[in-house]
């Protein structure tokens, strides 16, 4: 549960090991490289190589055959990666030609098919005319029109019976007249218009050339050969991709691995034949990391700490166990902790699951939170169904203390009284007394997260030695020592005890503290020191610059605690929402109590769910992510090839 710790790694060797080198450090996952720009000044002649990739159209021609062939593209690590690109392109154009006549015929077959469904739709409705169509056609002064007509607009034909054309329905259906329409050659364009009004749609007919029920059965029996045929070019292409699929896809890993491994070369500089490689390795791969590299013929490695250059900032990279891993996510959101800060994963997983817990406790909504959780973990793999499941054990735990089930507060009376031998449950949400408990309980967890929160930044920066931070700070030594100050004193008002608040105290706890805290960047530098502490900007806007700060500390203290009685608030709130939920299901009767009660209890979960996690994530970046994490590291990203 801590930071990785890291080693610099310089490789350098003859380029043709340069693909080699570049294939383990991919093999292993754990190398991290640095942009030779940042060397270019230390490894002098050296240049970082631009070479224009002669893989990138290769495997984008591989990437459209697949596509085109349907070949789910899968990338092998474990296939040899060792090919000639003249067997390469020899296979492809063999492969692509034979896929393409194929598709091409299939592609042909399909329209010709959809073609004569249509038609046959269409002479299906034309059946009863016992006519060529040859000869109707081939009428000199006569227009022909076949379509169908709405069955309400060939009502109103009769209304146009003076004009010059005549109608013949084929067949009828339930909302459509099928049929044809003839009129002369000059009065086309007026019975056009008319039937166009009439929302007379035409149908063009296929080439035929019979009556259209010889035309039908012509049309049968050319779509069965051609739906034999096409299924023949189907199982001819699925035996083509068959055979070819397995090569296929050993050429595809090959190519991308040597198009991505190629593209690797932007973190290498060259001079003449020699290459230089620079990166970061965690301390513990060291040993193998260094048999795998010295395997390689004209090329060696050497391991350096990881602060040996100066110009290079150490990646970050997590170690946590499988309890806390789940919420590297929400310390990724606010930023990577520097390499040389405390890593606040396991701090965040224990603070948020108690605190969701704490807001949220309920037995049964926690169990179906974990559950949902373990189920969106292991069919969709997120990361966030992990966290639901230890947050919802912890809103389980919780719900035992309260006695809730599902908003039945009572439910475990017999629980708490014949197995435990208590009289009553522990907390009775609902009690006003118990209430002014809960808001007085979280005001203390507040107090007591800032404090740890304050001691984290603290020994950050005693490691760091960063007195500024560590001593001089509002969120250091003299911050502490005033905010616990002035809770003390406080709380001695409180408990009816003598106050504290005499002009000693005072100036010892309160003022002392303030005016360090005031002058905190000249004792910073004092520290490191450097004398010449005077301001840049003069003394004037010095000092303006600190009131405002002093005022703005003095704030943040007193909201920042207020903060934590959204706690006790959502205790309360998710009490007084599942209260609701009871009466009215006890104001139902029937199965209509059981679904208003899943229905209730739905809701609550997944409104005050939401707002709750949200809430305790606001508490973990406002109220203490702020008093001692940064977030401005660089994470760890290892060249690995085929993710």
């Known amino acids: 549960m801590s930071i990785e710790k890291m080693t610099l790694v310089q490789i350098t060797g003859h380029v043709d090991a340069l693909d080699e080198v570049l294939r383990k450090c991919s093999d292993l996952g754990r190398?991290?490289?640095?942009?030779?720009?940042?060397?270019?000044?230390?490894?002098?002649?050296?240049?970082?190589?631009?070479?224009?990739?002669p893989?990138?159209?290769?495997?984008?021609?591989?990437?459209?055959?697949?596509?085109?062939?349907?070949?789910?593209?899968?990338?092998?690590?474990?296939?040899?990666?060792?090919?000639?690109?003249?067997?390469?392109?020899?296979?492809?154009?063999?492969?692509?030609?034979?896929?393409?006549?194929?598709?091409?015929?299939?592609?042909?077959?399909t329209a010709t098919i959809e073609q004569g469904q249509n038609a046959l739709v269409q002479l299906r409705h034309l059946a009863t005319l016992d006519v060529s169509l040859d000869?109707?056609?081939?009428?000199?002064?006569?227009?022909?029109?076949?379509?169908?007509?709405?069955?309400?607009?060939?009502?109103?034909?009769?209304?146009?019976?003076?004009?010059?054309?005549?109608?013949?329905?084929?067949?009828?259906g339930s909302t459509y007249n099928w049929g044809m329409y003839i009129t002369t050659l000059g009065h086309e364009a007026e019975?056009?218009?008319?039937?166009?009004?009439?929302?007379?749609?035409?149908?063009?007919?296929?080439e035929v050339h019979a009556t259209p029920g010889v035309a039908k059965q012509m049309f049968e029996e050319t779509l069965a050969k051609d739906k034999a045929e096409l299924e023949q070019v189907n199982n001819h292409l699925v035996e083509l991709v068959k055979e070819n699929q397995e090569k296929f896809l050993d050429i595809y890993s090959t190519i991308r691995f040597l198009n991505e491994s190629f593209d690797l070369r932007r973190y290498v500089s060259a001079y003449k034949n020699q290459f230089h490689l620079t990166g970061f390795l965690p301390v513990r791969d060291e040993k193998s990391f260094a048999a795998?590299?010295?395997?390689?013929?004209?090329?060696?490695?050497?391991?350096?700490?990881?602060?040996?250059?100066?110009?290079?900032?150490?990646?970050?990279?997590?170690?946590?166990?499988?309890?806390?891993?789940?919420?590297?996510?929400?310390?990724?959101?606010?930023?990577?902790?520097?390499?040389?800060?405390?890593?606040?994963?396991?701090?965040?997983?224990?603070?948020?699951?108690?605190?969701?817990?704490?807001?949220?406790?309920?037995?049964?909504q926690g169990l179906v939170i974990a559950l949902l959780g373990a189920l969106l973990w292991k069919f969709k793999k997120m990361s966030l169904g992990r966290v639901?499941?230890?947050?919802?054990?912890?809103?389980?735990?919780?719900?035992?203390?309260?006695?809730?089930?599902?908003?039945?507060?009572?439910?475990?009376?017999?629980?708490?009284?014949?197995?435990?031998?208590?009289?009553?449950?522990?907390?009775?949400?609902?009690?006003?007394?118990?209430?002014?408990?809960?808001?007085?309980?979280?005001?203390?967890?507040?107090?007591?997260?800032?404090?740890?929160?304050?001691?984290?930044?603290?020994?950050?920066?005693?490691?760091?030695?960063?007195?500024?931070?560590a001593i001089f700070s509002n969120n250091g030594v003299a911050g502490m020592v005033f905010y616990v100050s002035i809770l003390i004193g406080v709380l001695s008002m409180f408990t009816g005890g003598e106050s504290l608040f005499t002009p000693a105290y005072i100036l010892a706890f309160i003022v002392a503290p303030i005016l360090v805290i005031f002058l905190k960047h000249p004792l910073g530098k004092l520290a490191k020191g450097n004398k010449h502490i005077k301001p840049e900007d003069g003394i004037g806007s010095f000092i303006l610059e600190g009131v405002f700060e002093l005022f703005e500390v003095a704030l943040s203290f007193v909201t920042n605690t207020m903060s934590f009685l959204r706690v006790g608030?959502?205790?309360?709130?998710?009490?007084?929402?599942?209260?609701?939920?009871?009466?009215?299901?006890?104001?139902?009767?029937?199965?209509?109590?059981?679904?208003?009660?899943?229905?209730?209890?739905?809701?609550?979960?997944?409104l005050e769910g939401f707002i709750v996690g949200i809430q305790a994530l606001r508490l973990e970046f406002y109220e203490m992510f702020s008093r001692y994490f940064e977030g401005q590291g660089k994470p760890f990203r290892p060249i690995v090839i085929g993710e």
Request: a negative charge; one cysteine or more.
């Open 31 to 53: 190398f991290h490289p640095e942009q030779p720009a940042q060397l270019s000044d230390k490894v002098g002649g050296f240049t970082q190589m631009t070479e224009e990739n």
């Open 569 to 606: 608030g959502f205790i309360i709130s998710h009490a007084g929402m599942m209260a609701v939920v009871i009466t009215l299901t006890e104001m139902m009767t029937g199965s209509g109590s059981i679904v208003t009660m899943i229905i209730g209890n739905a809701f609550v979960m997944a």
């Open 191 to 206: 019975v056009d218009d008319i039937f166009s009004s009439l929302y007379f749609e035409r149908i063009r007919i296929p």
């Open 292 to 364: 795998s590299i010295e395997t390689i013929a004209h090329a060696h490695v050497e391991f350096k700490p990881h602060d040996s250059d100066k110009r290079l900032v150490t990646p970050t990279k997590l170690r946590n166990c499988r309890l806390f891993q789940p919420f590297e996510m929400f310390v990724d959101m606010y930023g990577t902790p520097s390499y040389n800060e405390i890593d606040p994963t396991p701090f965040v997983g224990i603070t948020y699951t108690l605190l969701f817990g704490i807001m949220f406790g309920d037995v049964g």
């Open 388 to 469: 639901m499941t230890r947050i919802g054990i912890s809103a389980a735990c919780f719900g035992m203390v309260y006695g809730s089930v599902f908003g039945m507060e009572h439910l475990l009376d017999p629980f708490y009284t014949n197995v435990l031998g208590l009289h009553e449950k522990p907390v009775e949400v609902m009690n006003p007394l118990t209430i002014n408990n809960l808001l007085l309980f979280a005001i203390g967890l507040g107090i007591l997260l800032i404090i740890i929160s304050m001691a984290t930044n603290i020994i950050i920066g005693l490691k760091n030695k960063d007195f500024e931070k």
């Open 135 to 172: 000869d109707l056609f081939a009428c000199e002064f006569l227009k022909i029109r076949f379509g169908r007509i709405p069955i309400d607009s060939y009502k109103k034909l009769a209304y146009y019976k003076d004009r010059l054309f005549f109608f013949m329905s084929l067949s009828e």
């Open 55 to 109: 893989y990138k159209v290769r495997l984008n021609r591989i990437i459209d055959i697949g596509l085109s062939a349907g070949i789910p593209l899968k990338y092998d690590a474990s296939v040899n990666k060792r090919i000639a690109t003249d067997a390469v392109d020899h296979f492809l154009n063999s492969f692509h030609e034979e896929l393409a006549v194929l598709s091409e015929r299939k592609r042909a077959l």
